[in-house]
């Protein structure tokens, strides 16, 4: 299972998380869900959602919870099957 993090109270644990994890893996929960590798900028850069957005002063896990895999076996398990979008930047 995937560890979840979301709302603002969970931000600074989620930006934690992805630090320490450099080999694992985000799911970024959107109506359809997209993939990061952790060390993705679009889903590291701390204060924001990712860099397509012009909204400042939003954080990483207030709008779009984040399911974070330590490994690709992990990710693969519970992710391989579904219907994902995956990063063109990080291509995970
Ligand atoms: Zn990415």
């Known amino acids: 299972m995937g560890i979840t993090f979301s709302g603002l109270e969970n931000n600074n644990a989620y930006v934690e998380w992805c630090n320490s994890h450099p080999n694992g893996y985000v799911l970024n929960k959107r109506n ?4 990061h590798r952790a060390t993705c900028k679009t889903v590291t850069r701390h204060g ?25 076996e992990e990710m693969l398990a519970e992710l391989g099957a579904k ?10």
């Open 83 to 92: 219907d994902i979008n995956r990063c063109g930047h990080c291509k995970p």
């Open 32 to 35: 359809k869900s997209t993939l």
């Open 48 to 72: 924001r959602i990712d860099s397509d957005t012009s909204q400042k002063h939003k954080v990483a896990t207030s709008s779009y919870a984040k399911v974070c895999y330590e490994t690709r």
